[in-house]
């Protein structure tokens, strides 16, 4: 007899449990205090079983119904329905546990471990990505239910603006955290990001680093020599020119990789790119792959000494952060430097090693030398080895000769500087060496003494100092006022201020909202004439954005230089520290009232005028 809702409704308590049997195998079970729930009874495997559909009255008996019409059907399929059932919860769970911004996030913490960070570091570029055209669109959706399409509406939006590089790059992310999520998250069964060049959108030709050809060179340098800005800048670009090294490894460049009494600069495998592609690949620690050794010619360790005799105790690097002592030259730097003197679009920090590579090579130096140098791959090497180790005597005469030829272009002896040299053939082996050993240096390659004597170079008649005499009876002419401007424009045209339409690129906004914002008293603006406005970059860091507004609440009355030199100038109670570099969650309030209290001393100070 089929149960009916006064029958299921009207069941009281027995003092002890009893079944009230419905149709096909639905039942209710009232307990011994008063208590129903609905119940289906089946036979699988030749067992009987039971399996429990929920309490009554928050299920009723048109619902339990329902339940048991549905587990009957997954039993006539051939499954268990209580293992159905479990199976669903658990995806339930999964997709909870496992949505794409937590795979991605375990994906990240993975990669981070092989990968370096660093502003334009693939780490770093690859968490800007994601967290402005990713994550918006994929972060809360389970993994298991995200499909191709899914991604392929993300990738074609990044298209759609002309970003052909970063869609190439997300589609290879994306690639490679869905295979990581093939292994770590249960039930995927398959990469909804495969093959998703198929259909990406053909890219433009690849612009290479521009550089200049040797007759090119004159004018560079000695606009070089006379370069505006700080000296710490002009002469990294000129070691870039007298080593050929990536404009990383010389940022990154510390004092003890230099050994001055053997003349060499010797890289860690772990600062050059190709080196750490190797460690990657291979699977290799740092001790087990030579580093770079870079032979020094006279101007370059001329160079090298004056930097160090001009380190600060708290430096670490050979080129320091011009405000933060104890980080690197910013990436931006030099290749600001470059479009300062007229170079944009005509030669960048890169470039400058396509420069030199030409060069050498047109002058007739042999190739192998030249790669060594520029530690490129060797194409004709099996084992893909590195030949950065190699050749360093070799190299050193030939560095210290284009050293030599600089000075020549510089004081505008191009015939004499472009001379090739006499073709001679060089007894070069055929294998590749060995890697060696960190603590040993490379042995020469036997090059007959004939070839030694043809390739011998002769000496600069006039070597032009590679550190430039101190301006000081320039700078002492100046005017407090001119002094006074011509700080302005360092930092103005520094690489950490930023134009509005840059700045409205890196926060994803409108240059019209930028400038209402600025009206507005949310963004520090600096103006130098007419100019134009600069936004200094601490407004891409988020506590240091927030800083800087609860500072320009309390600063409406000053103008944003005066603003800027408060927040960079040391102050006592910050032990010494600049007030934006110093803030932290913990110091906020602090930090905040150490920058009021040098306002209303500036404002004391120009009253009293």
Known sequence: MALTDIVVRQAKAAGKEYTINDADGLSLVVSAAGGKAWY????????RRRMSLGAYPEITLQ????????????????????????????????????????????????????LK???????????????????????????HEIRRHDLLVVVDRIERRGAYSVADKVRTWLNQLFRYALVVVPGLENNPASDLDVVAAPQPPVRHHPFLRMEELPPLLRMLRNYPGFLQTQLGLRLLLLTGVRTGELRLATPDQFDLDRGLWIIPPEVVKQLQLE????????????????????????????????????QRYLFAHTSKPKKQMSENTLNAALKRLGYRDQLTGHGIRATISTALNEIGYPKIWVDAQLSHADPDKVSSAYNHAEYVEQRRRMMQDWADRLDLFE????????????????????????????????????????????????????????????RSNIEDALTDVQRARLEMLEIFNSPQSLSVVDFAKAIGKSRQSVNYDVRAGKLLALTVGNLGRRIPDWHLDPLKDRFIQAVLTHGWNMDGW????????????????????????????????????????EQGLRQTA
């Open 117 to 143: 960070e660093g502003r334009q570091t693939t780490l770093t570029v690859m968490k800007r990505v994601f967290r402005k055209d990713v994550l918006p669109a994929l972060g809360k959706s389970p993994i």
């Open 411 to 470: 004081q505008g002896k191009v015939e004499q500087a472009s001379r090739q040299l006499p073709v001679v053939t060089l007894p070069f082996p055929q294998t590749g060496f060995g890697n060696v050993e960190s603590s040993e240096m490379p042995a020469p390659v036997n090059v007959s003494a004939e070839a030694e004597s043809e390739i011998r170079v002769e000496p600069a008649i006039n070597r032009l100092p590679a550190v430039p005499s101190p």
């Open 279 to 314: 460690m990657r690949r291979k699977r290799k620690r740092p001790r087990d792959v030579p580093p770079y050794i870079v032979p020094l010619s006279l101007q370059a360790i001329e160079i090298v000494r004056h930097m160090l005799a001009q380190a600060v105790p708290a």
């Open 562 to 601: 005066q603003i800027y030199r408060l927040l960079t100038r040391p102050c006592e109670s910050l032990e010494g520290a600049t007030p934006i570099e110093a803030v932290t969650q913990a110091n906020f309030h602090d930090a905040v009232m150490a920058v009021c209290l040098a306002m209303k001393q």
């Open 40 to 47: 289906f009874r089946y036979i699988r495997a030749e067992r």
């Open 63 to 114: 619902q339990a119904r329902a339940l048991r019409d549905e587990a009957r059907a997954v039993l006539a399929g051939g499954t268990d329905p209580q293992a159905h059932r479990d199976q669903k919860q658990r995806a339930i769970v999964m997709a909870d546990e496992n949505t794409f911004r937590i795979v991605y996030e375990k994906w990240l913490e993975r990669r981070s471990l092989v």
